[in-house]
Every structure is written in structure tokens, then in C-alpha cells.
């Protein structure tokens, strides 16, 4: 049995869950999520405020599409109730962002300002002009949003310039030294 499979997900007051026709829906304060189950080996049940995922086989891709859903449902869950964030530190000099709506713009050192509007569902933030914040209900949507704006300017290995994650460790190249 999966480890992570077999565990029961526990659903939150104010939060209900339905599965119908291979569709999860998660309907909670912060808002609703769907999911369609492609496989058909996974089934879901829902039992007063616990979620259980099962399985019909014991393949290889069936055990592994177990742990999966029963994780992806979990963060549904989560999400509807507290939205997930990500952090970016923007770094270099003369390198900042704003927000104004849905829209976020930033400096990056290029000829012109790259502009980047926010999908529906998403929210972008500006603490201060060196850091956004993205948030959302749906933590893949929240990853994918933070992925695209920091592909925007990938860190420089040799002045750690660029666009990273608050919590990622960046390593700084040694540049050339002169001859001995």
C-alpha cells in the first residue's frame, strides 16, 4: 500500500468536497477548485469530513497514480482555506517591480520594461520593490505563475543578479583569477 496513498484527508469546516463522474470538486471560503481522476483505477470516496483515495490493482503506475491524487486532493483542500504563496526576491542593480491591477512590470537591466499579466485566480503583491509576492488557492497554478516570472531573468551564477525564490541558496561562481 502507498504510504502517502493510504492516508485519509481530513476536510476543514466550511469546506465541502463532491466526486462525481471521475470529477473532484473542492468548494471552500477562499474558493473552488476541480480536478478530473484520468485514471481508472484510482476511485474516490467521501465519507462525512474524511476523503479517502483508493486503488483497484497493485501496477507500478496504478501505485504511483495512488500517492499522486491522494496528494493533489490534500492541497485542493488546503488551498481553499489558506492560499498558498511564493516569495521572489528580485536582485541586481537598478532592478525592481511594481504592481498595478493584474499587472506586474518590471525592470531587468534590458532595453525595455517586461510586463507580465497576472491568469485569473492569482494575485500578485509588491511589498517593496525588490520582492513578489504570488498568491493563489491552486499550488500548481501559484508554482507555474513564479516559475514563468523568474524565467524572466535567470539568476547571473557570477553577481547572483537576476530573479530567485526567497528560500532558494544561491552559489556564487568565482570569476577569473589573475596568473600566479
Not at 476511485?43 to 493533489?72: A, C, F, I, P, Q
Not at 520582492?131 to 513564479?146: D, N, Y
Request: glycine share 10%; charged share 25%; net charge positive.
Amino acid at each position: 500500500m502507498s504510504r502517502i496513498g493510504r492516508l485519509h484527508i481530513t476536510v476543514p469546516a466550511g469546506v465541502t468536497v463532491e466526486y462525481k463522474d471521475r470529477v473532484v470538486t473542492v468548494k471552500g471560503p477562499k474558493g473552488t477548485l476541480t480536478r478530473h481522476i484520468d485514471s481508472k483505477n484510482i476511485g474516490v470516496t467521501v465519507e462525512g469530513n474524511e476523503v479517502k483515495v483508493t486503488r483497484s490493482n497493485d501496477e507500478k503506475e496504478t501505485k504511483s497514480m495512488h500517492g499522486l491524487y491522494r496528494v493533489l486532493i490534500a492541497d485542493m483542500v488546503a488551498g481553499v482555506v489558506t492560499p498558498f504563496t511564493k516569495t521572489l526576491v528580485i536582485a541586481g542593480v537598478g532592478y525592481k517591480a511594481s504592481v498595478a491591477g493584474s499587472k506586474l512590470t518590471m525592470s531587468l537591466g534590458l532595453s525595455h520594461p517586461v510586463e507580465y499579466v497576472a491568469p485569473e485566480g492569482i494575485t500578485l503583491s509588491c511589498p517593496d520593490a525588490n520582492t513578489i509576492v504570488v498568491t493563489g488557492v491552486s499550488k500548481e497554478r501559484v508554482g507555474q505563475v513564479a516559475a514563468t516570472i523568474k524565467s524572466k531573468r535567470p539568476v547571473e551564477p557570477y553577481h547572483n543578479y537576476g530573479i530567485h525564490y526567497s528560500d532558494e541558496v544561491l552559489v556564487k561562481k568565482e570569476g577569473k583569477t589573475a596568473g600566479k
